[in-house]
């Protein structure tokens, strides 16, 4: 995975209609969560879905769709609260009053006026560690090129490991390796961090979009067994 909590693997765009709603065997929360994701981050124009420049969609104008039919507003609410990662945000439209959803992070579609906290060591807000977890079987290209955005419009990052099972926004569980990242490095050249509003870490990376290998502190591969991996 070079960029992002998603891998750059063949068949993503199978995996992207999974999560539109073509699950089996999943829990009925889970295939609701994933369901949101895919539109809130990616598919709602196709959808005929008009999203806010905040990010922001109806919640009624979701459930209308033939997928979310066996879905309530309260369905919505429990996956929301749920969710141990903190992907969505509920509010009530400041004018309308109407309850509308938002994707946190992961967005492939522009979103102009997504709420993210600038990161800089003038505001002291710079975490002490920026994790990007990913999977052995990329090493090979990450070590060479650096981290890449891919299609999405940040590298997400977390602000640690994840410790005897919690979980840490910005990482997949399932990951094999945690590439840190010197941030203060990255800061003072000019690339531009950003907390998302559940503390994921966000940069859209250099001008192409990469994190370059300069800027890994180190390398460490999680699974089976914890041991740092050679940077050169």
């Given at each position: 995975m070079?960029g992002?909590?998603r891998?750059?693997?063949?068949?993503?765009?199978?995996?992207?209609?999974?999560?539109?709603g073509?699950?089996?065997?999943q829990?009925?929360?889970?295939?609701?969560s994933?369901?949101?994701?895919?539109?809130?981050?990616?598919?709602?124009?196709?959808?005929?879905?008009a999203?806010?420049?905040?990010?922001?969609?109806?919640?009624?104008?979701?459930?209308?769709?033939?997928?979310?039919?066996?879905?309530?507003?309260?369905?919505v609410?429990?996956?929301?609260?749920?969710?141990?990662?903190?992907?969505?945000?509920?509010?009530?439209?400041?004018?309308?009053?109407?309850?509308?959803?938002?994707?946190?992070?992961g967005?492939?579609i522009?979103?102009?006026?997504l709420?993210?906290?600038p990161?800089?060591?003038?505001?002291?807000?710079?975490?002490?560690?920026?994790?990007?977890?990913?999977?052995?079987?990329?090493?090979?290209s990450?070590?060479?090129?650096?981290?890449r955005?891919?299609s999405?419009?940040?590298?997400?990052?977390?602000?640690?490991?994840?410790?005897?099972?919690?979980?840490?926004?910005?990482?997949?569980?399932?990951?094999d390796?945690?590439?840190?990242?010197?941030?203060?490095?990255?800061?003072?050249?000019?690339?531009?961090f950003?907390?998302?509003?559940?503390?994921?870490?966000?940069?859209?990376?250099?001008?192409?979009?990469?994190?370059?290998?300069?800027?890994?502190?180190?390398?460490?591969?999680?699974?089976?067994?914890?041991?740092?991996?050679?940077?050169?």
């Open positions: 070079e992002g909590e891998g750059s693997s063949p068949g993503r765009g199978a995996s992207r209609r999974q999560q539109g073509r699950h089996t065997r829990d009925p929360d889970v295939r609701l994933k369901s949101l994701s895919y539109i809130l981050r990616h598919g709602a124009a196709e959808l005929g879905l999203m806010g420049k905040d990010g922001f969609l109806n919640v009624a104008d979701i459930l209308h769709l033939p997928r979310f039919k066996h879905y309530s507003e309260q369905n609410r429990q996956v929301v609260d749920l969710n141990s990662k903190q992907r969505f945000t509920l509010r009530l439209h400041p004018e309308t009053g109407i309850l509308q959803i938002r994707a946190n992070q967005h492939t522009p979103v102009e006026e709420e993210l906290i990161i800089s060591l003038e505001a002291g807000n710079v975490p002490d560690e920026a994790v990007h977890g990913t999977y052995l079987r990329l090493w090979p990450i070590k060479g090129v650096g981290l955005r891919m999405r419009t940040h590298i997400h990052l977390a602000t640690g490991l994840p410790q005897d099972g919690q979980v840490v926004s910005g990482m997949r569980c399932d990951c390796m945690a590439v840190f990242i010197g941030i203060r490095k990255a800061l003072n050249d000019g690339i531009a950003y907390f998302s509003t559940n503390r994921v870490i966000l940069t859209p990376g250099n001008h192409e979009g990469l994190l370059p290998p300069k800027y890994f502190e180190k390398v460490l591969q999680l699974k089976p067994t914890r041991c740092c991996l050679p940077l050169d």
